[in-house]
């Protein structure tokens, strides 16, 4: 990382990195959801294999999860003096 980045930028490179990690997550994992849910739909009471809003109430509460992970740090670290970090490796 650079020593003349701000914190803003640092923490949007942070989000923007995890961001892409989580969609890479949803593209594999929501077809398997699908597939999955289709093999125990019978234990599955009153919802459906093919029901939309549990594959995005699950989507959405991945994402603010993960975005509050990476945030929390991201936040933690940009207040860290550079020299500081550099004089303790």
Excluded: H, Q
């Excluded at 980045?5 to 398997?32: C, F, H, N, Q, Y």
Aim: charged share 15%.
């Amino acid at each position: 990382m650079a020593l003349g980045a701000e914190s803003g930028d640092v923490r949007k490179l942070i989000v923007k990195e995890v961001g892409s990690m989580v969609l890479t997550g949803v593209a594999v994992g929501l077809p398997l959801a699908y597939l999955l849910a289709r093999l125990s739909e019978s234990l599955l009471f009153g919802v459906s294999a093919a029901n939309p809003a549990t594959y995005v109430l699950g989507l959405v509460l991945i994402a603010v999860v993960a975005l509050v992970a990476c945030y929390v740090p991201a936040r933690r670290a940009t207040r860290v003096d550079p020299l500081v970090a550099l004089r303790y490796e």
